[in-house]
């Protein structure tokens, strides 16, 4: 996600909350993202300027949301940087899309969801669509990337878009 922000000039502002480090730990190594972002913001300032109203942003990406901070988003419970920024972004009329990756889901997991998306959040799990052939995991990640950056209105060049049927 970060790579194609940067390859399209998107200015980025990260933050990483302390599971999510663990799962990038886990998950890819001990890799850092710091290097794709602009700006890194620690996930406890919540005096950053991503935190206020005034300062003027586009739109954010919660990818992956957990649903601890779909929770907290959808709840008001701002009580570190990402539910705060997101929360600026509902109030402010901003874009923001989540990229829940939770399954399955509780009555309590979709209730939480559907009142994200009733106050404008755009959610967008990462479910592959296999009309496309993909033929590597790079590819399905791509194709989620994708998805996810024409939420914001950033289109990529994909080979891999539904064209119709031939």
């Known amino acids: 996600m970060l790579e ?4 399209q000039g998107v200015h980025t502002h990260l933050v990483v909350s302390k599971w999510g480090m663990e799962n990038i730990r886990l ?7 710091a290097s794709l972002a602009d700006e890194l913001h620690d996930v406890d300032q919540l005096g950053a300027s991503i ?8 739109g954010m990406f919660i990818v992956p949301a957990s649903m601890k901070t779909c929770a907290s988003i959808a709840h008001g419970f701002s009580d570190n940087l990402i539910a705060r920024a997101a929360d600026v972004c509902l109030k402010e009329g901003r874009p923001l899309i989540l ?6 889901l509780s009555t309590i997991h979709l209730e939480n969801l559907l009142k994200l998306a009733q106050a404008g959040a755009r959610i ?8 496309n052939h993909p033929t590597s995991l790079d590819d399905v990640i791509n194709h ?5 950056l024409d939420q914001m209105g ?6 891999h878009r539904y064209t119709g049927e031939k």
């Open 27 to 33: 998950e890819l190594g001990e890799t850092s993202l």
């Open 99 to 104: 990229s829940p990756r939770e399954t399955p």
């Open 154 to 159: 950033l289109h990529t060049r994909n080979e």
């Open 124 to 131: 967008v799990p990462p479910m592959p669509g296999f009309y």
């Open 51 to 58: 935190a206020s109203g005034s300062f003027l942003y586009d």
């Open 4 to 7: 194609a922000l940067k390859k």
């Open 144 to 148: 989620h990337v994708m998805k996810l």
